[in-house]
Every structure is written in structure tokens, then in C-alpha cells.
């Protein structure tokens, strides 16, 4: 069972860790043994690869940085409005001939 998946006991154990008086090294050493053992870290989330340029060794976050601010084909792709737009142009011309 992973923690994330259980939000009364993620919640407990979360009360519990930020309630309970202990050295601070200790709170963290707990904090990161949780989030090893109980999924709150995914290995696999690090292997996300780019759908548009298939650039590999992605994590969620810095997949959304790469097509915010790298990815070139994900610039240059159409947006769904300046599609439309595109489709209705056509449709136009078609409609014209």
C-alpha cells in the first residue's frame, strides 16, 4: 500500500512527525525514510522523455521547464485556437473554388 494512497494515514503520520518533539536530523531522517519506502518518490518519474523531440530523463517538473522554455517543436506546434483557425481558413478556400 503507498502512502498517497491513503490520506488518513498519510495524514497521521504527517501529525505525528510535525507534532512530536525530536532533534531535527532525526524529523528529517523520518520525513525521507517515508517518502522512500511509502511512494511519495517515483524512480520512474525520471524517465519521462519528451513526446515532441523524444529528449529523455525527464522528471513531471523538468519536463514542463523543457517545453516551456527549450523544446523547439513543442514551440512551433500549433495551439487547438490557431488550429481551428487554420482548418476554418481552409474550409474557406475550399468553400470559394
Known amino acids: ?3 498517497s494512497q491513503n490520506k488518513n494515514l498519510e495524514n497521521k503520520l504527517i501529525q505525528i512527525i510535525t507534532t512530536t ?5 532525526l524529523r528529517a531522517k523520518l520525513i525521507l525514510e517515508i517518502i522512500e ?9 525520471s524517465d519521462i522523455v519528451c513526446p515532441f523531440c523524444s529528449e529523455k530523463d525527464f ?3 523538468g519536463l514542463k521547464y523543457h517545453l516551456e522554455n527549450y523544446c523547439e517543436i513543442f514551440k ?4 487547438i485556437d490557431e ?3 487554420m482548418r ?8 470559394n473554388k
Open 21 to 25: 518533539h525530536m532533534p531535527p536530523q
Open 37 to 45: 519506502n511509502y511512494g511519495y518518490h517515483n524512480d520512474s518519474d
Open 88 to 95: 476554418t481558413i481552409k474550409n474557406d478556400l475550399k468553400d
Open 83 to 85: 488550429e481551428n483557425q
Open 76 to 79: 512551433d506546434t500549433l495551439s
Open 1 to 3: 500500500m503507498r502512502i
Open 59 to 61: 522528471d513531471k517538473v
